[in-house]
Nanobody
Framework: QVQLVESGGGLVQAGGSLRLSCAAS????????MAWYRQAPGKQRELVAS???????AYVDSIKGRFTISRDNAKNTVYLQMNSLKPEDTAVYYC????????????WGQGTQVTVSS
């Protein structure tokens, strides 16, 4: 079985920081792109940031300059450093794993709540 264990969510005031972690374990043989998605109440899930195996990153415009995605391939772990948090960043954040190019993101974390108060 494959497990993605997320941690690092919580309640912070606007302007604060959080670092999310997601560690993959179990019967996963390859990891291509790792990504963070989020879903706010009443809104559809959106891709926040992604990072390829080679380290290429992509971000949604709303968080550019504030969030940084990184990965540790040896530990099968992806991180999301979130700085200058805004109330509109409040959402459940999910990590996801793509095993190979052009394949869907098969494995997903359980979600971690990030709440930013004003």
């Amino acid at each position: 079985q494959v497990q993605l264990v997320e941690s690092g969510g919580g309640l912070v005031q606007a302007g604060g920081s959080l670092r999310l972690s997601c560690a993959a374990s179990g019967s996963i043989f390859s990891i291509n792109t790792m990504a963070w998605y989020r879903q706010a109440p009443g809104k559809q899930r959106e891709l926040v940031a992604s990072i390829s195996r080679g380290g290429s990153t992509a971000y949604v415009d709303s968080i550019k300059g504030r969030f940084t995605i990184s990965r540790d391939n040896a530990k099968n772990t992806v991180y999301l450093q979130m700085n200058s948090l805004k109330p509109e960043d409040t959402a459940v954040y999910y990590c996801a794993i793509q095993e190979a190019p052009r394949l869907p993101f098969r494995y997903w974390g359980q979600g971690t709540q990030v709440t930013v108060s004003s």
